[in-house]
């Protein structure tokens, strides 16, 4: 990234464009919040106030630090289409008075194309765990009932939950999984599953009804090709070296791709 952004504001930004995108994904319509991250990455690069034509060339100064922008799209055009078109796509629409049904999907789909090359440029140079980590991760923890756990699952979309187990078979970080809430909640009947839904996570492990899987920790400081070789489909848990117990972020292969 060079000279256009440090470190730390690329990671910001990047992480803005990946939320902005999560949020796509869930809203075949959802375009606005990669519209408004875009606005307001073209104004904090312009440094004042103006629009998204205004924005275009300090914007695509930016993506050009990433293959996809345009030299993939040369060699690929079938496939990819080059970033300044992406941009002036979402740019016309998004001045456009349609904003609901096909023409709103097309707009979603422009966006999040243009998101990923954005995201990619911003990561150029990065090097670290730290900077692909997902920080301040949703955690499980142990008081919480079962219910609470589902429910976080089903909402977010998770496959696996952090937990910090202080008693055996602690203590550490473990990964609580949806196979493992689901085979403790439906391999049973229903009086019994109400039952274990308001059980505690503690409670529902103590008595061996739970699994809980060991987790693999590692270090911020770690380099991204060092941890590539660590992962078994599963994430890997991102701890202060200093206090082991304070989970800084949570790194899936997701997250390097």
């Known amino acids: 990234m060079s000279n256009l952004l440090t470190p730390l504001q690329a990671r910001y930004w990047r992480n803005l464009f990946l939320s902005a995108r999560d949020a796509a994904f869930r809203d075949a319509e959802g375009f606005q919040n990669i519209l408004f991250s875009l606005e307001k990455f073209g104004q904090f690069l312009f440094r004042t106030t103006g629009d998204l034509g205004k924005y275009k060339p300090v914007i695509c100064n930016v993506a050009w630090q990433s293959c996809l922008a345009n030299e993939i799209p040369a060699s690929h055009r079938d496939w990819h289409t080059p970033f300044q078109e992406l941009y002036d796509l979402v740019k016309d629409a998004r001045n456009d008075a349609m ?109 061996k009804g739970l699994e809980l899987i060991p987790g693999s920790t590692r270090y911020p400081d770690l380099s991204a090709e060092e941890i590539i070789s660590k992962f078994d489909g599963r994430p890997i848990l991102v701890v202060d070296p200093a206090k082991p117990d304070n989970l800084l972020g949570i790194i899936t292969a997701f997250d390097l791709m």
């Open 99 to 207: 904003h609901q049904g096909s023409c709103a999907r097309h707009l979603t789909e422009h966006a999040v194309s243009l998101s990923v090359v954005l995201e990619d440029a911003l990561m150029v140079d990065a090097y670290t765990v730290s900077d692909f980590m997902v920080s301040d991760p949703v955690v499980a923890v142990p008081w919480q009932p079962l219910s609470h756990v589902r429910e976080k699952m089903l909402t977010h979309g998770f496959s696996f939950l952090p937990i910090w187990i202080s008693d055996p078979p602690g203590p550490g970080w473990f990964l609580l999984s949806d196979y493992a809430v689901t085979k403790y909640l439906r391999m049973c009947d229903q009086n019994l599953r109400r039952q274990r839904l308001a059980t505690r996570i503690e409670d529902a492990v103590s008595k």
